[in-house]
């Protein structure tokens, strides 16, 4: 059938002056910054029974390509070079605060042994004895459903490995009753779920293997794997800074405890052990994906060529997809048409897909390049349709530290008494709460700019793709969308109101 004109998207204007930014519109949702038009361009498609998709890569993109670091790796990078690569801007940092927590999502009851032994209450269980807690009271009993020895207070409800450290021989591993399933560190209660508490570089080794291809290293890609420690450990940190709780799931990072561990990757964890990222002082919220199709996708880092991702299996791909499906998907009825109405420009078939617009026979729906790339069940979002004649507007990516301003900013707050403690302390506070708001699938979409000081100095704004989000000392970080955004910058925007006490997500 024959694709009709796309709708035109009703747009509002509102005033960014306060800002000391280029003027701003409101389209379909999408905060769109700098002087462009308020339509998009017309774009003429033939849509029949299927709709075929040119695509690349393999998630976000953003930071570092698992695929293109095991690309380099076998060109000779070292793990420095490749890291380098892809967190521009960072610097090398040593770890201060080694011990986290990870919420072990599988359990619920804490009934432990080990082979040597452990603690508890200040007091050491036998081998061959094992300890249950409840509240705070732990438990120890003669092996695994034994009989009851003694019960110790534990204020403190954990169970604790023979000897505090990093890289514990096995025998000192806690093992929980019934699955035999090893963690290092200790097990406990924190706020009513099971946590295993540990050394930093021990959980990375609990994370590689899960998050990354052990065998890597026998094919050349051991310095990817190295580059891999060190995000997954530099992540784990920024994480952790900007208040969120870990996990073991990939709401975090896929941690599997010592079974998802493997000699290789362990070998990469203790070459690499203390070792993380830097920006702005602090952890670097370093993003990582399996395959960038050939071109990172910007953000927090700048947007680099990835000529590694060549050995991806997902370095190309093509989706054929319903026009029924694509309909039903985006809620526009019967399909008419389907069109990337923007896009980033990098790379192959435009980059990845910014904008995306559904017109059918219920109306029209436009969503971000992300959203459509769920909608459809892509494998990332970088993807061309088939058929479409009019090339999208390219709307250029932030490009990060080195692309994007950050230099002159960082001499600007360096002259700022000040200024470098409040943009490392922002840094945090912001990345912490994007994460939870759900990162790039929350409310405000994917990350449009770096964080940059509000004019008067006393704080930090940072756009994103549908809303801004402010952080001053005394009032934290908060966020803004839709009509809440709406109302602040109508009443003046910070410099009349202030800045928000509370998020606005409506």
């Given at each position: 059938m024959a694709a009709r004109r796309p709708q035109q998207v009703k747009t509002r204007t509102l005033s960014f002056a306060a800002?000391?930014?280029?003027?701003?519109?409101?389209?379909?949702?999408?905060?769109?910054?700098?002087?462009?038009?308020?339509?998009?361009?017309?774009?003429?498609?033939?849509?029949?029974s299927q709709v075929t998709l040119i695509g690349h890569g393999h998630g976000h993109g953003r930071g570092m390509g698992q695929w293109g670091a095991f690309g380099y790796a076998r060109k000779g990078w070292s793990a420095t070079q490749?890291?380098?690569?892809?967190?521009?801007?960072?610097?090398?940092?040593?770890?201060?605060?080694?011990?986290?927590s990870v919420a072990l999502t599988g359990k619920n009851s804490v009934n432990v042994h080990a082979d040597a032994g452990m603690r508890v209450g200040g007091q050491t269980v036998a081998p061959g004895q094992a300890v249950s807690l409840s509240g705070t009271t732990a438990t120890?009993?003669?092996?695994?459903?034994?009989?009851?020895?003694?019960?110790?207070p534990a204020p403190q409800p954990f169970v604790e490995a023979l000897n505090a450290g990093p890289n514990r021989p096995a025998g000192e591993f806690l093992k929980f009753c019934g699955s035999n399933a090893a963690y290092r560190g200790a097990i406990g209660f924190d706020g009513g779920r099971v946590v295993n508490k540990l050394h930093v570089d021990d959980y990375v080794k609990g994370v590689i293997a899960k998050e990354s291809l052990p065998q890597w290293a026998d094919s050349g890609g051991a310095e990817a794997l190295k580059a891999q420690a060190v995000a997954a450990r530099t992540y784990a940190l920024a994480a952790i800074a900007g208040g969120k709780k870990?996990?073991?799931?990939?709401?975090?990072?896929?941690?599997?405890?010592?079974?998802?561990?493997?000699?290789?990757?362990n070998i990469a964890a203790d070459a690499t052990a203390g070792q993380i990222l830097l920006q702005g002082g602090q952890p670097a919220f370093t993003e990582f994906s399996a395959s960038t199709g050939g071109y990172t996708a910007g953000g927090r880092f700048p947007a680099v060529v990835d000529e590694g991702d060549t050995v991806s299996p997902n370095h190309n791909w093509t989706a054929t997809v319903s026009s029924?499906?694509?309909?039903?998907?985006?809620?526009?009825?019967?399909?008419?048409?389907?069109e990337v109405v923007e896009a980033n420009g990098l790379g192959p078939e435009n980059g990845r897909s910014i904008k995306v617009r559904a017109v059918g026979s219920g109306g029209t729906k436009e969503v971000s390049g992300e959203d459509a790339r769920k909608l459809l069940q892509l494998k990332s979002a970088w993807f061309a349709v088939q058929g479409q004649t009019t090339k999208p507007k390219i709307v250029t990516p932030p490009t990060g530290p080195s692309g994007s301003g950050l230099g002159s900013l960082t001499d600007l707050v360096a002259r700022i008494p000040g200024g470098t403690e409040l943009l490392s302390l922002a840094t945090s506070a912001l990345n912490g709460k994007f994460d939870q708001l759900g990162g790039s699938s929350g409310p405000l979409g994917q990350v449009l700019g770096i964080p940059t000081l509000t004019p008067d100095a006393a704080g930090v704004m940072q756009i994103f793709q549908r809303g801004i989000m402010y952080f001053s000392p005394a009032t934290g970080a908060h966020a803004l969308v839709g009509t809440g955004l709406a109302d602040y910058l109508a009443k003046g925007g910070q410099p009349v109101v202030g800045f928000p006490r509370a998020d606005a997500l409506r």
């Open positions: 800002l000391g930014l280029a003027p701003a519109l409101l389209v379909g949702g999408l905060i769109v910054v700098g002087d462009r038009s308020t339509t998009s361009p017309e774009v003429e498609l033939s849509v029949g490749i890291l380098r690569h892809y967190y521009g801007g960072t610097t090398a940092g040593k770890v201060d605060r080694p011990e986290i120890i009993t003669s092996g695994c459903g034994g009989g009851a020895v003694r019960s110790v870990i996990d073991d799931t990939q709401n975090s990072q896929v941690y599997g405890g010592v079974g998802g561990e493997d000699r290789r990757t029924a499906r694509v309909g039903s998907a985006f809620g526009v009825g019967a399909l008419r048409s389907l």
